[in-house]
């Protein structure tokens, strides 16, 4: 639950701090859990109803909010008018940079995608300087046709980044070694510009939307081409982590495109699942998916046919909850789509060889709400992040 500023004078906070911290506080309430009552902001918020007038009031003034009825009556009586997060007052550009393909999403206030668009990355395609051609045309394409302009924009990519300036360290999937993503971006969209890996936005996109609403310490873990990871640690997303993917659980096992061999990343991506299911190579992720799902009809045969993949998914599990003593450990992407007895064997065996899990009570493993969106979702959250900060100041929209 956001918490707002309950007594200026007993927190020691100067006016005009307090009127930004309130001014955030709605807005990211509105944000983020959708429309509701004065009533409700001032319960949820504990502020009292003069505060909450005050910065409802200011912020419709400055475009930020609206008021309306609601679209359903209860009860009787006249009923109270609920606070909604104006869609056009701040809309942020998401972009989504996988291995195989490039997603990009125009997002207004409140979580509204107002308009996406997507392209396969083919072999030789993913260079740095074509991507950001290709972003760039796409999203002003996607604007004119929208009739509106980003004011920021979060971006995902599957590699280690740099958060002060969005520089791609390395993203070995993507052959790209120091590439100033985020600057390039910045330069011409003419806009902020914050970048992100895909593991961190994906738990950040949980956390904020997802299957961990409320939790303070989570896990995220996806799999398509490759592995990412993301840590939320005390409700805050840790950022500049390393490559979890790339954690050795099987050393005589398969080499890795990072140089190493029988990294986890070998033993749980996109081919591995292919391995599992006894398809080819080439098979499409669409036919993978719907393979993957079959098995669910048949525990027996689901658990039989995933027990290596499991096996590994397990270990490295263990490995990361022993370090990092999560809550709940979330999976996505294609982890997502294992059959439910998969996934509930997995858990098991997390609960079963964790020393932490056992100490926190059992760490929970569960499936991505959000599936192969998490990431987008992430992007927009991390573009957000700084606009409400802004708007918190009193700057009107534009």
Not at 82 to 88: D, G, L, Q, T
Not at 373 to 379: D, R, T
Request: with cysteine; net charge neutral; glycine share 12%.
């Amino acid at each position: 639950m956001l918490v707002g500023v309950r007594s200026t004078a007993a927190e020691g906070a100067r006016p005009d701090d307090a009127r930004r911290h309130n001014r955030e506080a709605v807005l990211r309430r509105l944000h983020v859990g959708g429309e509701c009552t004065r009533a409700v902001l001032t319960a949820e918020l504990g502020l009292n109803r003069s505060t909450i007038k005050a910065v409802v009031d200011g912020l419709a003034e400055s475009g930020w909010l609206s008021e309306r009825l609601p679209s359903r009556r209860s009860g009787v009586g006249r009923p109270s008018r609920v606070v909604v997060a104006r869609p056009e007052a701040a809309v942020v550009l998401a972009v989504d940079v996988r291995v195989d393909l490039v997603s990009l999403a125009l997002v207004g206030l409140g979580d509204k995608k107002l308009g996406q668009d997507s392209w396969p990355l083919r072999a030789g395609a993913g260079a740095p300087g074509e991507v950001v051609t290709q972003v760039v045309d796409s999203a002003r394409v996607l604007e004119n046709e929208l009739g509106v302009r980003a004011v920021a924009a979060g971006v995902s990519v599957p590699g280690v980044v740099r958060q002060a300036d969005g520089l791609v360290r390395k993203a070995p999937q993507l052959d790209w070694t120091d590439v100033a993503l985020g600057k390039q971006l910045k330069d011409a969209l003419r806009m902020p510009v914050a970048v992100a890996s895909d593991g961190e936005l994906g738990a950040l996109a949980e956390h904020t939307r997802g299957v961990a609403r409320g939790e303070s310490n989570v896990v995220f873990v996806a799999c398509d081409v490759g592995v990412g990871c993301g840590v939320i640690s005390g409700g805050a997303v840790l950022r500049g982590l390393g490559e979890f993917g790339h954690m050795v659980v099987r050393p005589d096992g398969r080499e890795c495109h990072c140089g190493c061999r029988g990294c986890w990343e070998t033993e749980m991506c996109e081919a591995a699942l292919r391995r599992a299911l006894g398809l080819p190579a080439d098979t499409g992720r669409g036919e993978l998916i719907v393979e993957l799902r079959k098995p669910a009809a048949d525990p027996p045969a689901a658990l039989a046919r995933f027990e290596e993949f499991a096996s590994w998914l397990a270990i490295g599990l263990v490995n990361v909850v022993n370090m990092l003593a999560p809550e709940l450990v979330v999976l996505g992407n294609l982890l997502a789509e294992l059959p439910r007895p998969v996934l509930d064997a997995v858990a098991a065996q997390v609960g079963e060889r964790s020393m932490v899990s056992r100490a926190v009570g059992h760490t929970r493993v569960v499936a991505s709400e959000l599936g192969a969106e998490a990431q987008l979702v992430g992007a927009a959250e991390l573009a957000f992040g700084p606009v409400l900060l802004d708007a918190a100041t009193g700057a009107a929209t534009t």
